[in-house]
């Protein structure tokens, strides 16, 4: 092809899709201006089932007030949801999820709003270093959802994302508990505060993937915490210290910190058996 018919086809293109997305809207905006409700909701639906959400929304929005107090009010409510959640708008779909279960306690599409619900929270859950107000909210509905429609057969799915919420808060208070060993007796005895937060997550996310890891921040900040003890307390410490250790060892058979926590074991025994010596 020679360039300036090269170039005359590229614009003819150009020029065609210009045109053709200046009808559209054009077509968007004399839809608008239809007076008839019912025309203008089946336009909705139209561009709902082609995927185009954002128009359908537009178009939603207008009608609703038209159609309050009508069956079809429930229909608009559902699809503006579903709208904003495959736009991936999550917190305006929230917004309306949320004002249908209000609205429609035994509506049409309760169940499906229920964890529609869920999902946008769970969407939302930021990285676990940030603030899990939507995490926690992402849990309770899932909950909510397993405790009302156990069979559903989304239920398996919310199953998988609700550990996947408790790992994160459990990543969370493993960070915390890390941070605290890694003060150490910085301004206080961080030992026994990263001693609490562990034993703490292991009891509320028993079945998280960081039990091991948990457990063994418990055997250093104890033996960390006898060894920096005074006279008085050095030797309870101590068998405290050597009784984690080998819990750890029994508990964790193949764990990658055997060496270590048989080295930390001796040293406890050590201090232990001199203590018989005074």
């Not at 301004?187 to 948990?214: H, K, T």
Request: proline share 2%; glycine share 2%; with cysteine.
């Amino acid at each position: 092809m020679q360039p300036v018919k090269k170039t005359l086809y590229i614009l003819a293109i150009l020029l065609i899709s210009v045109t053709a997305s200046a009808k559209k809207k054009e077509s968007l905006s004399k839809i608008l201006k239809i007076p008839d409700i019912e025309v203008k909701y089946k336009y909705a639906l139209d561009y709902y089932n082609n995927g185009d959400y954002k128009k359908a929304i537009t178009l939603f929005e207008d009608v609703q007030s038209g159609y309050r107090g009508t069956e079809t009010a429930q229909q608009i409510l559902y699809y503006l949801s579903m709208c904003y959640v495959k736009r991936k708008d999550y917190e305006s779909a929230e917004h309306y999820l949320s004002n249908y279960l209000n609205t429609y306690v035994r509506g049409e599409y309760v169940e499906e709003c229920n964890f529609m619900l869920a999902y946008c929270y769970y969407k939302e859950s930021p990285h676990y270093e940030l603030d899990q107000t939507s995490t926690v909210k992402a849990i309770e509905q899932l909950n909510h959802c397993l405790t009302l429609y156990p069979n559903h057969e989304k239920a398996e799915d919310a199953k998988v994302m609700r550990t996947e919420m408790l790992d994160k808060l459990a990543r969370r208070e493993l960070a915390n508990a890390t941070l605290y060993y890694n003060l150490g007796n910085y301004r206080g005895n961080n030992y026994r505060a990263a001693i609490v937060v562990s034993q703490n997550a292991m009891n509320d996310y028993p079945e998280c993937n960081y039990l091991e890891q948990f457990a063994f921040i418990i055997v250093r900040s104890k033996y960390k915490e006898a060894l920096n003890s005074n006279t008085k307390k050095i030797y309870i410490r101590s068998e405290d210290a050597w009784d984690e250790c080998y819990y750890f060892l029994n508990e964790y058979p193949d764990t990658k910190h055997r060496r270590e926590v048989e080295k930390m074991a001796a040293h406890l025994d050590r201090i232990n058996k001199s203590k018989l010596k005074l």
